[in-house]
């Protein structure tokens, strides 16, 4: 049992979530470059939209990225 649950623990750290606020977004793209797989432009191009708003483990590292880019801040990150 023990093992059990620090299995479950293990993974609740591995959690991070993602929102873009689009009231503060100028559209400068720096996140759809550093992590296209999380960011891209809508249909119409005119508004970052997240992808993946709970990317894998092996992501977290080129979201973080794409959060610190950002030159107004616009990303937030929330990681359990």
């Known amino acids: 049992l023990p093992s059990k649950l620090g299995d479950a623990q293990a993974s609740n750290e591995d959690e991070m979530k993602i929102t873009l606020d689009q009231e503060v977004c100028q559209r400068h793209a720096q996140c759809v ?3 296209p797989q999380i960011f ?3 249909e119409a ?3 970052v939209i997240v992808l ?3 990317p894998p483990e092996e992501l977290h590292d ?3 990225d794409a959060a610190d880019l950002c030159p107004i801040q616009a990303i937030e990150i ?3």
Do not use: L, T
Request: aromatic share 6%.
């Open 33 to 35: 470059m550093a992590a």
């Open 40 to 42: 891209a432009f809508n």
């Open 45 to 47: 191009g005119d508004k």
């Open 52 to 54: 993946d708003p709970s």
């Open 62 to 64: 080129a979201a973080r």
């Open 78 to 80: 929330i990681e359990d």
